[in-house]
């Protein structure tokens, strides 16, 4: 029998509403009527003072229950929940802890007084999922904080720490967090009491704090910043124009755009992506992870070192590995960087630096590896080299040690073939920068076996990374998908749309970086080695041509100042007429025909070309589940959030007119480049 997730009790003269609804208390239909019932309770009892919510377990209220999502709404709904609460006769005291965010957070707002330890944290991340607070929480927190404070927050939909509200009237008290929060709660309340101070300060019966001089632009610098997200700027809209409303009205209005942006494909698709990062790292392993403290990195180049950086951050402990001490002293460096920056912009004290650094072992002596859990290799991509190191490896590492390579291309299988051991062998393929980007591809080889995988999961998860399992291919899945990326917007520039169009129409669309961008930043030489690992196709007579050509004339992007955009003083790109005329006269030479783009050509080609090779992806077994490439784009490739993915969009578009789209391109441009797919995931 399940027990009631909202219990009550009374201590002296305060009742208590007890939540307990594991794992984070959050908003179900269940508790939502435990608090109406509560409040209505203990206004009933004559001798209840004053009334204090609480909860269980390690958090207040985390939020809305992930579990109604997408079903219908049941009363009591949490607007008619936080009015009740204000309404109470008797003033009701929210004790905080943990995160309180969302609709928690919102609970909070309606009461009459908040406590809370220094450590909670707060916030109102709805923005995060299309949305805008549904509960009063645009009316509520600018009444109190101010209309920009509480701009701020709830546009960023960013988690704050309650000491950042110390001597505002968000708190009416903050306990040290060592202390024990129920009996400071209870202390708080009786002091009121005893000293008759126990009012109903309603919020809602206040009148906004507006402290924003131009809301034409605060709204407009929101906009931008939000780079086509709809929420921001609507809730940004919704504090400007409930300035003068009641809260009555304006809960109103609120209700009305947050439900216009539920019923929205942008808050359809970053729901989706939220649950598609909760099943990501889903796998049928029955396996244990292996404890992993020591880590060795080697290749101390820029991969190395961002990785690196990574596991000290993350408090492992690190040993990294170079041929020779110049360019082992050059990835310490690089590391001490990484940190000197985090220390700059606040992210860390020079304590905690001095912390992670400490536990850097620097070194040029293989036999320092031979205590490591995990060895990662990081060298450049080159078999020969890989697979002589995987056979150094097996006579200094420990048997149970699971050696990974970052490759982001080469197989896996033949890399595990120079080991005694390939079942210790996986891949673990970090993006770049490695300190920073959140993907982590973990690669299942051939004779991977499960506790290496697993292990390789649980490792991505303290680094706080995401991570997706994928087979072994020619670049896995993300870079297996941007190589087919990546040959349709070469083949439109033989084609007859130019660089900036079309990096600008992607960027327009969403896109975090057009492409030519990307290759530029990241080295057009890079690019160029790893495809030349493979057979170019010869049906494709255009395939990559373009990057060819600027590696042919030494254009490798930033580096050398110049690629597929020429380079200022400030590192500023600028279009190069020069790339648009070498690359016409490339097209001349290959019979290449050459027409007008529009962006929507440009946007819909390379949409359906990524759509395509996730469905063949799919069909090989590569990834797990369609919801893995989304995982992989949003995460490892700048795809907009809130389009949710390729094969989001691919629901979106439906089978009919992709079939009728794939044909037509199949037709046009070749059936082995545009070969037939299956549908099968969309029905």
């Given amino acids: 029998m399940n027990m009631a997730p909202v219990t009550f009790e009374v201590d002296n003269n305060i009742g208590i509403i007890n939540i307990d609804y594991p794992p984070v208390n959050a908003l179900s239909q269940r508790v939502r009527q435990g608090l109406v019932e509560g409040v209505e309770k203990f206004e009933q009892d004559k001798s209840i003072k004053a009334i204090v919510i609480r909860c269980a377990t390690k958090t207040f209220i985390a939020g809305a229950d992930i579990k109604e999502f997408g079903q219908t709404p049941l009363e009591p709904y949490l607007p008619d929940v936080v009015n009740r609460i204000e309404a109470s006769s008797k003033p009701v005291i929210a004790s905080l802890f943990g995160t309180s965010l969302g609709g928690g957070f919102e609970v909070a707002l309606a009461c009459h007084y908040r406590v809370a330890l220094a450590s909670t944290k707060i916030g109102l991340p709805e923005v995060n999922l299309g949305l805008i607070p549904g509960a009063g929480g645009t009316q509520r927190l600018p009444r109190i904080i101010g209309s920009k404070r509480a701009l701020d927050m709830i546009t960023s939909g960013k988690h704050y720490s309650v000491e950042a509200f110390s001597g505002s009237d968000l708190f009416d008290s903050i306990f040290e967090s060592n202390e024990n929060l129920n009996r400071a709660t209870l202390q708080f309340v009786n002091q009121l009491i005893g000293c008759g101070q126990q009012k109903t300060i309603r919020v809602g019966e206040m009148l906004v704090k507006d402290d924003i001089e131009d809301w034409q632009q605060a709204i407009a610098k929101i906009a931008k910043k939000a780079r086509g997200k709809d929420a921001p700027v609507v809730a940004a809209k919704v504090i400007m124009n409930s300035r003068d409303l009641t809260i009555h009205d304006g809960m109103a209005l609120e209700r009305k755009k947050f439900i216009k942006l539920r019923d929205s494909e942008q808050s359809a698709a970053l729901r989706f992506a939220f649950g598609a990062e909760r099943v990501a790292t889903k796998t049928e392993y029955t396996a244990r992870p292996l404890i992993v403290n020591k880590v060795g990195i080697i290749g101390g180049g820029t991969m190395g070192a961002g990785i690196a950086t990574a596991f000290l951050s993350n408090g492992f402990q690190v040993t990294l590995l170079e041929q020779n001490q110049p360019a082992l002293d050059s990835g310490k460096k690089q590391i001490e960087n990484h940190f000197a920056v985090n220390l ?340």
């Fill in 344 to 683: 700059n912009r606040g992210r860390m004290s020079q304590n905690q630096v001095d912390g992670y650094l400490a536990n850097l072992n620097p070194s040029i002596d293989y036999q320092q590896l031979a205590e490591s859990d995990l060895v990662i290799e990081a060298v450049f991509e080159n078999m020969a080299v890989k697979k002589a190191i995987f056979s150094q490896l097996k006579t200094i590492c420990k048997k149970e040690c699971i050696l990974a390579t970052n490759t982001s291309y080469l197989n896996i299988d033949e890399i595990a073939s120079a080991t005694d051991r390939p079942e210790q062998v996986i891949g673990m393929h970090f993006f770049s920068p490695a300190n920073i980007m959140k993907l982590l591809e973990v690669v299942r080889a051939k004779n991977s076996s499960d506790q290496a995988l697993v292990t390789a999961i649980a490792v991505a998860k303290k680094l706080k990374k995401v991570s997706v399992l994928v087979g072994v291919c020619f670049g896995f899945a993300g870079n297996r998908m941007y190589t087919r990326y990546g040959r349709e917007v070469q083949q439109m520039l033989l084609e007859g749309a130019k660089v900036s169009q079309i990096d600008k129409a992607l960027t327009d669309w969403g896109m975090a970086m057009g492409p030519f961008a990307v290759a530029d930043m990241s080295g057009i030489d890079i690019g160029y080695h790893a495809r030349s690992t493979q057979t170019f196709p010869a049906f494709d007579r255009g395939y990559f041509k373009a990057s060819e050509l600027m590696f042919e004339q030494g254009r490798y992007g930033r580096k050398t100042g110049s690629g597929y955009y020429q380079y200022d003083d400030h590192g500023h790109p600028v279009a190069d007429p020069a790339v648009d005329k070498a690359i016409r006269e490339q097209a001349v030479q290959l019979e290449i025909a050459q027409h007008q783009f529009t962006d929507e050509d440009i946007v819909k080609r390379v949409l359906y070309a990524l759509i395509s090779e996730g469905l063949q992806l799919l069909k090989d077994g590569i990834v797990q589940r369609a919801s893995d490439i989304d995982v992989i784009w949003l995460h490892g490739y700048g795809f907009p959030r809130y389009k949710g993915g390729p094969m989001f969009q691919a629901k979106q578009i439906g089978k009919q007119l992709l079939k009728k789209t794939f044909q037509q391109y199949s037709e046009e441009f070749g059936a082995k480049i545009w070969p037939s797919v299956e549908f099968s995931f969309l029905d």
